[in-house]
C-alpha cells in the first residue's frame, strides 16, 4: 500500500466554508480514484516565510492517502490545484518508501546489539620498555632559553556526533520546522557534513525535508 501526504496552501482571503468546500472536493476526487483519505489536518491561518503572490500569510491543510496497486487519482487533483487561483502551493509526498527504510534499520541494529561476540585471545605481554634518559638539573639547556623549553600544550578536536543517529531519527520529517532550523544558520544556507557532523545518508534526508520546507515556505530561502 502506498501512501501520500498532500499539503496545499489556499489565499488567506478565501472564507473558512470555502477552504472546507475545497477540501471536500479533492477528497472526493480523491476517493473516487479508489484511495483513501487516513488523515486531515488544518493548521489554520500561517505566516509564511516569503511572500507569494504579495501575500504575507495563508492557510494549510494536510491529507493523508492511502492507495492500494498504484492507482490514484493524485495527478488529477494536481492538474486542478494548478488550475485553481485560490491555491497559493501545494505539494504531495510518498512516504511510505522512506518509512520502510527507517523501520528496517531497527531491526538490523538490535539484531547486532544481542549477538554474542567472538572470543578473543589473551593479549601478549609485551617486554618492558627502557627508561628514558632524563636531563641533569645541574647541567643548563642548550640551544634554547627556559622560555622556549617549555612543552606545547596538545589541543584535541572535538569528535561531531550526528544528532538523527544519536536520537535514532531515521526519517526526516519536512513539516519539523523546528527541527529543521537548527540546520540553518543566520544565512538560511544549509550547514555542511564539516560543520554540523551529520553523516552522509541523514544530511542527503535533511537536504531534501529543507527543500520541500521551502517549497511551501515554511522556511525562507534567504533572509532579510
Given at each position: 500500500?502506498?501512501?501520500?501526504?498532500?499539503?496545499?496552501?489556499?489565499?488567506?482571503?478565501?472564507?473558512?466554508?470555502?477552504?472546507?468546500?475545497?477540501?471536500?472536493?479533492?477528497?472526493?476526487?480523491?476517493?473516487?480514484?479508489?484511495?483513501?483519505?487516513?488523515?486531515?489536518?488544518?493548521?489554520?491561518?500561517?505566516?509564511?516565510?516569503?511572500?507569494?503572490?504579495k501575500l504575507n500569510e495563508?492557510?494549510?491543510?494536510?491529507?493523508?492517502?492511502?492507495?492500494?496497486?498504484?492507482?490514484?487519482?493524485?495527478?488529477?487533483?494536481?492538474?486542478?490545484?494548478?488550475?485553481?487561483?485560490?491555491?497559493?502551493?501545494?505539494?504531495?509526498?510518498?512516504?511510505?518508501?522512506?518509512?520502510?527504510?527507517?523501520?528496517?534499520?531497527?531491526?538490523?541494529?538490535?539484531?547486532?546489539?544481542?549477538?554474542?561476540?567472538?572470543?578473543?585471545?589473551?593479549?601478549?605481554?609485551?617486554?618492558?620498555?627502557?627508561?628514558?634518559?632524563?636531563?641533569?638539573?645541574?647541567?643548563?639547556?642548550?640551544?634554547?632559553?627556559?622560555?622556549?623549553?617549555?612543552?606545547?600544550?596538545?589541543?584535541?578536536?572535538?569528535?561531531?556526533?550526528?544528532?538523527?543517529?544519536?536520537?535514532?531519527?531515521?526519517?526526516?520529517?519536512?513539516?519539523?520546522?523546528?527541527?529543521?532550523?537548527?540546520?540553518?544558520?543566520?544565512?538560511?544556507?544549509?550547514?555542511?557534513?564539516?560543520?554540523?557532523?551529520?553523516?552522509?545518508?541523514?544530511?542527503?534526508?535533511?537536504?531534501?525535508?529543507?527543500?520541500?520546507?521551502?517549497?511551501?515556505?515554511?522556511?525562507?530561502?534567504?533572509?532579510?
Amino acid at each position: 500500500m502506498r501512501t501520500y501526504e498532500l499539503v496545499f496552501v489556499v489565499d488567506p482571503r478565501v472564507s473558512d466554508e470555502d477552504v472546507v468546500a475545497m477540501t471536500q472536493e479533492y477528497k472526493q476526487m480523491i476517493t473516487a480514484g479508489g484511495s483513501q483519505i487516513s488523515k486531515e489536518e488544518s493548521w489554520g491561518r500561517r505566516k509564511l516565510a516569503y511572500p507569494i503572490a504579495k501575500l504575507n500569510e495563508g492557510k494549510y491543510v494536510l491529507l493523508g492517502i492511502e492507495s492500494e496497486g498504484g492507482k490514484s487519482s493524485l495527478p488529477e487533483v494536481e492538474h486542478r490545484m494548478r488550475q485553481n487561483d485560490k491555491i497559493l502551493r501545494y505539494l504531495t509526498v510518498r512516504t511510505d518508501e522512506d518509512l520502510k527504510r527507517a523501520a528496517s534499520r531497527h531491526p538490523k541494529t538490535a539484531g547486532r546489539a544481542g549477538r554474542a561476540s567472538p572470543a578473543r585471545a589473551p593479549p601478549v605481554p609485551r617486554a618492558p620498555l627502557a627508561p628514558i634518559p632524563q636531563p641533569d638539573p645541574r647541567r643548563p639547556p642548550q640551544g634554547r632559553s627556559n622560555a622556549m623549553a617549555r612543552p606545547r600544550k596538545v589541543f584535541y578536536r572535538r569528535r561531531k556526533v550526528c544528532k538523527f543517529c544519536a536520537d535514532k531519527i531515521d526519517y526526516v520529517d519536512f513539516k519539523d520546522v523546528k527541527l529543521l532550523q537548527q540546520f540553518i544558520p543566520e544565512r538560511s544556507k544549509i550547514l555542511p557534513r564539516r560543520i554540523s557532523g551529520t553523516c552522509a545518508r541523514h544530511q542527503r534526508l535533511l537536504q531534501q525535508a529543507i527543500k520541500r520546507a521551502r517549497h511551501l515556505a515554511l522556511i525562507p530561502f534567504t533572509t532579510d
